[in-house]
Nanobody
């Protein structure tokens, strides 16, 4: 199983980004996929999940601004982030659990400038 996150970048506060998590070796439609954010000096923080059935969950700080979706044909999960602010800065990783093993993507950097 391999996960590859992409789509990060430098964006001004108030802007938007769409992060992508492409999977190989398994299907995103049959595994829940989660997004985490890593900031310097802080533990990796869970921010959003899309379950295999399509249900979504978000950390409270992300509700209303983050939207996770899935394209089964592309075997890719997306994280749309709107109204970006400085607290959204970090490396975003996608992750899934398959047969009891957690897999991580390499992460994509999001930097929000004020």
């Amino acid at each position: 199983v391999q996960l590859q996150a992409s789509g990060g970048g430098l964006v001004q506060a108030g802007g938007s980004l769409r992060l992508s998590c492409s999977a190989s070796g398994t299907l995103v439609s049959t595994n829940g996929v989660a997004w985490y954010r890593q900031t310097p000096g802080m533990q990796r923080e869970w921010v959003a999940t899309i379950a295999s059935g399509g249900a979504t969950n978000y950390v409270d700080s992300a509700k209303g601004r983050f939207h996770v979706s899935r394209d089964n044909d592309a075997n890719t999960v997306y994280l749309q982030i709107d109204s970006l602010n400085s607290e959204d800065t970090g490396v975003y990783h996608c992750s899934l659990i398959r047969r009891g093993v957690r897999y991580w993507g390499q992460g994509t950097q999001v930097t929000v400038s004020s």
